[in-house]
């Protein structure tokens, strides 16, 4: 028989009952009551410890010192817990309250192994905070099918936690494709050919033409710009499609029509239709120059669909540390478009994507940003509403919660929290979820590194969860800078040291 740790007091309710204790028991500690032939599941949210005595009426500290020395330390724990449901009856809520004065114990750990034990299509993140024998494991078919965000301030363990997760998945062949925004993944070791880095490079034969423009930087009210680079764009996919022109980039190509019709703009003699849009064309020209200096190391008619470039059962990389925001947007937009595009070909046609891929999208609040439109924004929202239906699951991770989109934010069904403790951050998630509770927002900034609130369909029951540390180099985590310092001032003197003595070596007074 499990420790009673206390009893229900005041009026119970089919969601919450309030307890006294005289132990101090912990917050996320699970408990069961026993009452009407029910074996009831429940979790500590709250706790408070006070004093009949040493109330908040007294005012004098001498009084207090009083009071102590005849009563000692007497004090009372009082606190809620959640009903989580009936552990004989599926995890049920039950259909009546507990009596107050039921009993309060202590969780059996064998029960709640079993409730943690997915099985089959389970993945290992960690252990219980208030009771560490119990693994923790989640669904992986409701975690990638109902999509994830894993939300934290900086230096909380995004990286691990991801890490986590992307090995897990890789155990079981899975395919992941993550969106690496600072190379932070690019080195790490999810195993011996695990791990496929590419390269964002993206074939602009695939580009729609709201991607290319976006490089351009053709603003939206440019009308008569927007209209000849249209034809341009037309004209060169065209012409290289046919295999014509060779030997030239893309935006070259683009370049050559336009700087036709310049041409003949500009001759007296010709009647042409460009006259009146000399100065249109020349201003293309121009931002074309700046886009092949900014972004031609993006455009390359050598690189294969992005589709093409996915691996099924590995942890495929798309390095994006080398571009801006402004660049990854496009490449990432792209990207998304094609596999979502990809997938539902391949289950209707059999061509195309063939295998399920869960997409990991870092630092996605720059991707898709709460008060700004992105083209990556339209397609995560898109793939987050429809991507269930084939297959492609989302993870969003951020650092900043309530600078991401809360459209996209609400459709992830499973969430990560480690610790936050900005209270705008807090509260943006907490308007997207509805599990969790006040009691719950309350305990993140408390949360140490690596510890973690799961909630969502991927988990039968909300927890609090110390989160397995990936044993693979992670180069996310911050720099030691002390002792940066010392190598720089070390290397320092050591060059210094070095030219010193190749000056005396030539006879010189250093």
């Keep these: 028989m499990s420790k009673v740790i206390g009893r229900c007091v005041g009026e119970t309710s089919l969601v919450d009952v309030s307890f006294i204790s005289k132990e101090m028991p912990r917050v996320g500690e699970y408990v069961s009551l ?20 040493i ?8 009084t207090i010192e009083k009071i102590k020395a005849i009563e000692g330390d007497d004090h009372y724990v009082k606190g809620t817990v959640k009903i989580l449901g009936d552990i004989d009856d599926d995890l049920r809520i039950p259909r009546t309250p507990a009596p107050p004065g039921t009993e309060i114990r202590v969780a059996d750990s064998k029960i709640l192994k079993k409730i943690f034990n997915v099985g089959k299509y389970g993945l290992k993140l960690g252990n219980l905070i208030t009771q560490d024998e119990v693994a923790v494991e989640v669904d992986i078919n409701k975690m990638v099918s ?5 939300l934290a301030m900086t230096g909380a363990g995004k990286s691990n936690t991801v890490s986590v ?25 999810f195993g011996k050919d695990m791990v496929k880095v590419m390269k964002p490079q993206i074939n602009p034969l695939y580009l729609s033409f709201s991607e290319i423009k976006k490089l ?16 341009a764009f037309k004209s060169a996919r065209k012409s290289l499609i046919q295999g014509s022109p060779r030997g030239k980039n893309f935006i070259a190509v683009i370049q050559s029509k336009l700087e036709g019709w310049l041409k003949e703009a500009e001759d007296p003699e010709s009647k042409s239709p460009y006259s009146s849009d000399k100065k249109s064309i020349a201003d293309i020209l121009n931002k074309l120059d700046h886009m092949q200096d900014k972004y031609g190391n993006i455009l390359s008619l050598e690189a294969k669909d992005a589709i ?21 947007d496009v490449v990432v937009s792209h990207i998304l478009r094609n596999v979502l595009r990809s997938r539902k070909e391949f289950l209707r046609s059999g061509d195309g994507l063939g295998f399920p891929i869960f997409l990991v999208l870092e630092e996605a609040h720059i991707l ?28 969003l991770v951020s650092q900043s919660p309530k600078s991401l989109d809360s459209d996209a934010l609400s459709q992830a069904n499973n969430m990560i929290i480690l610790r936050l403790v900005e209270p705008t951050d807090q509260n943006h998630v907490q308007r997207a979820s509805e599990s969790l509770s006040d009691d719950l927002i309350a305990q993140l900034p408390s949360l140490n590194i690596g510890e973690a609130i799961l909630l969502g369909l991927m988990t039968r029951i909300p927890t609090l969860v110390k989160i397995d540390e990936f044993m693979g180099k992670i180069s996310g985590g911050d720099l030691n800078i ?18 010193k003595k190749e000056y005396e070596d030539l006879g010189g007074d250093y």
Aim: proline residues 2%; contains cysteine; negative net charge.
């Design 165 to 189: 997760i992307v090995n897990g998945l890789l155990n079981v062949n899975g395919s992941v494709l993550i969106f690496d925004m600072h190379s932070e993944y690019v080195n790490t070791d």
């Design 216 to 231: 351009s930087n053709i603003p939206s009210n440019a009308y008569v710009q927007e209209r000849y680079f249209l034809k």
């Design 368 to 395: 898709a940003p709460q008060n700004r439109k992105t083209e990556s924004k339209t397609w995560i929202s898109r793939i987050a509403r429809e991507g269930r239906k084939f297959s492609v699951g989302l993870c």
């Design 308 to 328: 093409d470039n996915l691996e099924v059962g590995k942890a495929n990389i798309l390095d994006l540390g080398s571009v801006d925001e402004f660049a990854s």
């Design 55 to 62: 109330n908040d009426q007294i005012y004098d500290p001498l």
């Design 146 to 150: 109902r999509h994830l965000a894993v």
């Design 482 to 499: 002390v002792d940066e310092w010392s190598k720089s001032h070390e290397n320092h003197v050591k060059t210094l040291n070095q030219q």
């Design 34 to 53: 026993k009452y009407d032939a029910k074996n009831v599941l429940g979790m500590i949210e709250s706790l408070v410890r006070g004093s009949v005595s």
